[in-house]
Nanobody, 120 residues
Framework: VQLVESGVGVVQPGGSLRLSCAASGFTFSSYDMSWFRHAPGKGPEWVSG????????IYADSVKGRFTISRDNAKNTLYLQMNSLKPEDTAMYYC??????????????WGQGTQVTVSS
């Protein structure tokens, strides 16, 4: 299993950024997927999830209405569109594979992460 995030960047407050995650080594279309983040001095925070067939999404309250998760099963790629970014969104962002039949945020593989910095 390999998950590789991309989209690292520095953006001003109120700006936008899109993260991508290329998946390989497993049947991507069979798994629910998530994004989580980890800011310095804080614990990891689950951000958003999408089910395997792209029919349902779920978000943490902290990003609801600002972030959109999506996937392209033909390209084995997961996305996170982040709008109206705030300084508190600054963190390392990871894509992760959800363990089937467990609650959201129960993940067994994740990538190396990509840094998002929101600063003026």
């Amino acid at each position: 299993v390999q998950l590789v995030e991309s989209g690292v960047g520095v953006v001003q407050p109120g700006g936008s950024l899109r993260l991508s995650c290329a998946a390989s080594g497993f049947t991507f279309s069979s798994y629910d997927m998530s994004w989580f983040r980890h800011a310095p001095g804080k614990g990891p925070e689950w951000v958003s999830g999408i089910n395997s067939d792209d029919s349902s999404t779920i978000y943490a309250d902290s990003v609801k209405g600002r972030f959109t998760i999506s996937r392209d099963n033909a390209k084995n790629t997961l996305y996170l569109q982040m709008n109206s970014l705030k300084p508190e969104d600054t963190a390392m962002y990871y894509c992760a594979r959800e363990i089937p039949r467990y609650d959201w945020g129960t993940m067994d593989y994740w990538g190396q992460g990509t840094q998002v910095t929101v600063s003026s």
